[in-house]
């Protein structure tokens, strides 16, 4: 990454990160990082307050403080949202009425998503992956293709302003990726869609 070049791209931008207990601690540090050294301001929204506890796979990991409880989150406050993966997290945030409309939320407004791994298990549950182009962890190829997406095995998908990675390994090119989205700002073809794709 050159980081000359994106030390601003992202200057004053918050950037809402939604997680909660069972993250997959990397899918949450690495673009957390990314988002900072291009100058964003990158603030974790959970289920609850306090802290949640990060994975190393099947291993506890660290553990992360919350900055706002997502029934008290408002997409108007954020430029973009992120979803790590991890198995626990978005099993969680599936079920969290709050949760799924903060993120359809973005999709509403035209704002820029990344995911990865199980991350799009909410986007599922928000109605917001028919007609896109995505990919994820494969165990969730069935459950996007049934939502109506168009699911692909690759490293890192963009379709407007939706970006998506498969796994760890793949968070090189999806750090890159979602700070040059993000910098972009509002993509109209991620409103359209979301309304067009809407049951």
């Not at 990991?61 to 989150?73: G, I, M, N, W």
């Not at 972009?184 to 309304?195: C, F, L, N, S």
């Amino acid at each position: 990454m050159e980081r000359g070049l994106m030390a601003n791209e992202l200057q004053r931008m918050k950037i809402a990160f939604m997680a909660t207990h069972g993250v997959e601690q990397i899918e949450l540090t690495d673009p957390w990082k990314a988002i900072e050294e291009a100058g964003g301001d990158p603030e974790l929204v959970s289920l609850e307050p306090g802290q949640i506890q990060g994975f190393n796979h099947l291993d506890k990991a660290d553990t992360f403080t919350v900055d706002r409880t997502v029934d008290k989150a408002d997409e108007s406050d954020y430029a973009a949202l992120v979803l790590p993966g991890g198995v626990a997290n978005p099993d969680s945030l599936r079920m969290n009425e709050d949760a799924v409309r903060f993120a359809r939320s973005f999709f509403e407004a035209g704002k820029p998503v990344g995911v990865i791994c199980h991350g799009p298990w909410t986007l599922v549950e928000a109605d917001v992956v028919r007609d896109r182009k995505i990919t994820s962890w494969p165990s969730l190829k069935t459950d996007l293709m049934n939502a109506g997406a168009n699911w692909v095995d690759q490293e890192c998908v963009v379709d407007d302003g939706l970006v998506s990675s498969r796994k760890p390994e793949d968070l090189p090119a999806f750090c890159k990726k979602i700070v040059e989205e993000f910098a972009e700002g509002v993509h109209e073809g991620q409103r359209e869609k979301v309304h067009a794709g809407s049951r």
